[in-house]
T-cell receptor, first 114, second 112 residues
């Protein structure tokens, strides 16, 4: 069965600092991997996704993530945090087929201080 | 294009009452999902439709939850009777059959 583990339920950084949100997955088939962001009282917005091909994927708002099969990881990074990045971030995995439902991690709340 | 629409946005009911949520997916999206997001957790799939047929409802508590998608467009999720542990945000998502799912704003249900 597939699963997702997000290390750290809460991450705090200063504005301008590196953002690193960790995600490890378990899957018996080649996975599709996703990062979503959720702002208060809003739905989920896709930041980036990995399906096949290049293992370093770039997303919106300056975020990127690297798929490392040997480490079963898909960590999310951003070189310089902005105040507007404060939100909840979810890592998700699917079975690698189009239309398959997502399995989410528990989420990481990112706080950004000035 | 218009996004996924959901209503109501907020609902407060007492336990043992019934409640229904509505979702209108993005036009042309054949696949529709309902997820339950309990506070402090990630969303969990309740049911997935392909057009008006059910693909996966293995995690839907069928003794109290029901869902339908008439004519392969709009969908309704119902809870009857509600329990305290049903307090959550109910998210609807749709996709065109690609890997990307588009989420609505959700309905926040509070059961007292």
């Amino acid at each position: 069965a597939q699963s997702v583990t997000q290390l750290g339920s809460h991450v705090s950084v200063s504005e301008g600092a590196l953002v690193l949100l960790r995600c490890n997955y378990s899957s018996s088939v080649p996975p599709y991997l996703f990062w979503y962001v959720q702002y208060p009282n809003q739905g989920l917005q896709l930041l980036l996704k990995y399906t096949t091909g290049a293992t370093l994927v770039k997303g919106i708002n300056g975020f990127e993530a690297e798929f490392k099969k040997s480490e079963t990881s898909f960590h999310l990074t951003k070189p310089s945090a902005h105040m507007s990045d404060a939100a909840e971030y979810f890592c998700a995995v699917s079975e690698g087929q189009a239309g398959t439902a997502l399995i989410f991690g528990k989420g990481t709340t990112l706080s950004v201080s000035s | 294009e218009a996004g996924v629409a959901q209503s109501p946005r907020y609902k407060i009911i007492e336990k043992r009452q019934s409640v229904a949520f509505w979702c209108n997916p993005i036009s042309g999206h054949a696949t529709l999902y309902w997820y339950q997001q309990i506070l402090g957790q990630g969303p969990k799939l309740l049911i997935q439709f392909q057009n008006n047929g059910v693909v996966d409802d293995s995690q839907l508590p069928k003794d109290r939850f029901s869902a339908e998608r008439l004519k392969g467009v709009d969908s309704t999720l119902k809870i009857q009777p509600a329990k305290l542990e049903d307090s959550a945000v109910y998210l609807c998502a749709s996709s065109l059959g690609s890997t990307e799912q588009y989420f609505g704003p959700g309905t926040r249900l509070t059961v007292t």
